[in-house]
C-alpha cells in the first residue's frame, strides 16, 4: 500500500504572504460593528497563581522511531520540523478533501532545542483516541515509526490567574511536559506529568472545575474535540487555524493539502468559527442542539451553532451576517418554535489587523 499526494503542494514564502488577504465579507452592511470578546472568563479573574484544570477530554499518544518527523511532516498541517526549535506545535488532521478529522497538539519529548526531539506526544480528543490511533497506523506504511496509548501520565491545563499578559512561571520538577498552549497565550500553559503527581504539589495552584475550562474556551472562542470540529464536517481556515498558528504554507505534501492551500491563496473565507453567546427574553436559554441552524431577523440562513456550555458557545457564521443579532430556534423552523438570540464576537485572539 502506498500514499500518493497531489503534486501542486509547494508555495513560496512570499505567495504565503499575499494569500493573508481576508474575505470581502467582512465589510458589514449598514454600518454594524462585531465586537470583540471578552480576553479572561470569571473564573481565571481571582487569586495569583495558575488554576489547573484536569483535561479527561484529552488523549495522549506516544510516537517514537527514526522516522517520527517526517511520518507526521505527511499527515498535519503544520511544519513538523518546528519542533526542532519549538516545544509544541498545534495542528490538524486532515481527510483527503481538505476536511479537519482531529485537531491535535504535538509535544516535543527529550533532546535540546535545535536537534531532532526523541520523541513526540500527540495530544487528541479522548473520544476518538482509538480512530486516531487507527488513523496513525493507517498511514504510517512501513516506517520506522511506533505508536502507543499513554494510560499512564495526565493532562492538565494551567491559566493564567487574570487578563494581564500571562507570564510563564518557573519550570516545576518531575513533569514531563511543561509548555505554553501554542494555539494563544490566552489557554495558557500545558502540563504533563505522570499519574501519581499532584500539580498542586508543583506549582502551588488549586483544581478548577472542567466546566469552568470549557466556559474560557468557548468565551474566547478557542475550539477543541469533535464537538466543535465534527469530523469531516470543519474546514481548517473556516476554523481559524492560520490566527491560531496551526497550519503552515511552506511545507509541502501532506493530505488534505491541496484544497486548504488553493482556499487561503485566494484569500476569501466566507464563514468563521466565532464564539457565540445566547440569550431569551426573562429566563436562561435552554441549550441548543448541536448544528442547531442560525438565521438573520429577517429569515436567511446565517450559520449552524456547533457546540457550547450555558448561553456560551462556538459557532460557524456567514462572515457577511456575523454583526447581526442572530436568532437559533428550537423546536421548529420557518418561524415556529423557541427563539434564542445570538449575538457573535471576534475571538479576542484575533490579529488587531485583520478582518476576519
Not at 470543519?234 to 501532506?254: M, Q, R, T, W
Not at 485566494?266 to 466565532?274: A, C, D, I, S, W
Amino acid at each position: 500500500m502506498g500514499l500518493w499526494f497531489i503534486s501542486r503542494c509547494a508555495f513560496t514564502a512570499a505567495a504565503a504572504a499575499a494569500a493573508l488577504r481576508v474575505s470581502s465579507g467582512a465589510r458589514f452592511a449598514r454600518g454594524a460593528q462585531l465586537v470583540r470578546a471578552r480576553d479572561y472568563s470569571d473564573v481565571t479573574d481571582r487569586g495569583h497563581e495558575p488554576v489547573c484544570y484536569e483535561l479527561t477530554h484529552r488523549a495522549l499518544l506516544r510516537l517514537e522511531g527514526a522516522d517520527t518527523s517526517a511520518f507526521l511532516q505527511g499527515i498535519v498541517t503544520n511544519d513538523v520540523t518546528l519542533l526542532n526549535e519549538r516545544a509544541a506545535l498545534y495542528a490538524h488532521l486532515l481527510n483527503v478533501q481538505g476536511r479537519t478529522l482531529y485537531d491535535v497538539i504535538l509535544y516535543r519529548l527529550g533532546a535540546s532545542p535545535g536537534t531532532e526531539p526523541d520523541g513526540v506526544l500527540l495530544e487528541c480528543d479522548a473520544a476518538v483516541r482509538d480512530r486516531v490511533l487507527k488513523h496513525l497506523k493507517t498511514y504510517r506504511v512501513r516506517r520506522q515509526v511506533s505508536v502507543r496509548c499513554c494510560p499512564e501520565l495526565r493532562l492538565w491545563a494551567a491559566l493564567p490567574p487574570g487578563p494581564e499578559p500571562p507570564r510563564r512561571p518557573g519550570p516545576p520538577d518531575r513533569v514531563l511536559v511543561w509548555e505554553a498552549d501554542p494555539r494563544t497565550a490566552l489557554m495558557g500553559w500545558r502540563l504533563v506529568l505522570r499519574d501519581d503527581r499532584d500539580p498542586r504539589d508543583l506549582l502551588g495552584s488549586r483544581i478548577g472545575d472542567p466546566e469552568d475550562y470549557h466556559r474560557h474556551r468557548y468565551r474566547i472562542g478557542l475550539p477543541e474535540g469533535v464537538r466543535d470540529l465534527p469530523p469531516g464536517v470543519a474546514l481548517p481556515l473556516e476554523s481559524n487555524l492560520v490566527a491560531l498558528d496551526g497550519i503552515s504554507f511552506s511545507k509541502g505534501c501532506y493530505i488534505g493539502q491541496e484544497l486548504t492551500a488553493r482556499t487561503h491563496h485566494t484569500g476569501v473565507v466566507r464563514k468563521r468559527l466565532l464564539p457565540l453567546r445566547l440569550s431569551s427574553a426573562g429566563t436562561p436559554p435552554p441549550p441548543p442542539p448541536d448544528g442547531a441552524a442560525l438565521e438573520t431577523e429577517a429569515g436567511k440562513p446565517a450559520g449552524k451553532h456547533r457546540a457550547g456550555v450555558g448561553e456560551l458557545g462556538l459557532g460557524l457564521v456567514r462572515v457577511a451576517h456575523a454583526a447581526e443579532t442572530l436568532v437559533l430556534r428550537t423546536g421548529g423552523g420557518g418561524g415556529e418554535g423557541e427563539a434564542t438570540t445570538v449575538r457573535a464576537a471576534v475571538p479576542p485572539w484575533w490579529p488587531q489587523d485583520q478582518d476576519l
